[in-house]
């Protein structure tokens, strides 16, 4: 589907209204978005204001948003939460900035409000809803939900929140394939000059604030760029230079701080040893607060002739 059509498709009560009574063909179409409806709908279904008004004063209908309700009872689902907004904003909108960040899996956490992007100037924030405004809405289907692309997801946040916040949802970005860093320097508008520069700064698909640190840190230092969360072997490692056959991993405290996870990474770097590459590994506290010695060691290893594949 069209994401500019989604607003029309889910307007077509054709099928809910073959041979059903009003309150079955309501919930039939509220199963279908999440347990809401909208007024719209309800009139297309064949119910005038009285039915309508009638049903919201005996509790069938509740209020989510003005115009919007949850059919039976007021428990929301979250994806039923995201249709009312979008069912609010009216035709031509989409999901975007945090809720749509959350939904790329940018970001860890919905926010407590959904936020929409319309070209629709009519339409004003509510309770518990932004709505933005654009003059141009690039938008994509995603779950079945017309939302911002990731890039112009990430041009939003890039304009409207802190820039560790966006650094590390550009980073994700990177993890899952959804942009490239030349995407990221080629914004035009609010916010692009963030991105340009987490471009230049040489953001790279990290999974975690401890490589991100560090990397930058590499970049800023002047030596080899690695490749990152590269694979080797079997092994996913977290910095590679293929020509000094060096491999780099930092062992954050959440996932190294345990004697199972102490075991598997010396299993992991004997393996590694054995395919010819020297495997270095830095602690949160070496990264954090002794940066100086971690990229000289670096640089003593990167400085030695480019070593032959081992046979």
Request: proline share 5%; charged share 25%; glycine share 8%.
């Amino acid at each position: 589907m069209d994401p500019a059509r989604w607003y029309d498709e889910i307007h077509d009560m054709h099928e809910f209204r073959r041979n059903r009574l009003p309150d079955e063909a309501i919930a039939l179409l509220a199963s279908s978005l999440g347990g809401v409806v909208d007024r719209a709908q309800l009139a297309a279904l064949g119910l005038n204001r009285g039915a309508i008004d009638h049903r919201i004063r005996v509790g069938r209908l509740r209020p989510v948003f003005h115009g919007v309700y949850a059919v039976g009872h007021e428990a929301v689902s979250p994806r039923g939460r995201l249709v009312a907004g979008l069912l609010a904003a009216g035709p031509g909108a989409a999901l975007s900035h945090g809720t749509a960040a959350r939904l790329w899996t940018l970001t860890p956490s919905m926010p407590k409000f959904v936020e929409i992007t319309t070209a629709n100037r009519s339409r004003r924030p509510r309770r518990g809803l932004v709505i933005h405004q654009t003059r141009h809405l690039e938008a994509t289907l995603h779950h079945g939900l017309p939302l911002t692309t990731p890039t112009r997801t990430l041009l939003d946040l890039a304009a409207t929140l802190p820039r560790a916040v966006v650094e590390r949802a550009c980073s994700e970005a990177l993890v899952l394939g959804l942009v490239t860093a030349a995407e990221l320097g080629q914004q035009q508008g609010r916010g692009s000059a963030v991105l340009a520069q987490l471009a230049r700064a040489g953001v790279a698909p990290t999974r975690s604030e401890l490589e991100r640190r560090l990397l930058k840190a590499v970049v800023k230092a002047g030596l080899p760029r690695p490749e990152v969360n590269a694979r080797l072997g079997r092994h996913r490692v977290d910095f590679l230079w293929r020509e000094q056959r060096l491999v780099a991993e930092t062992d954050g405290r959440q996932f190294h701080g345990h004697q199972i996870a102490i075991e598997r990474d010396h299993r992991r770097d004997a393996e590694l040893q054995l395919l010819g590459y020297t495997v270095l590994r830095f602690t949160w506290w070496q990264v954090m607060h002794d940066t100086a010695a971690v990229l000289a060691q670096l640089a003593r290893f990167l400085s030695r002739p480019a070593l032959r594949r081992a046979s």
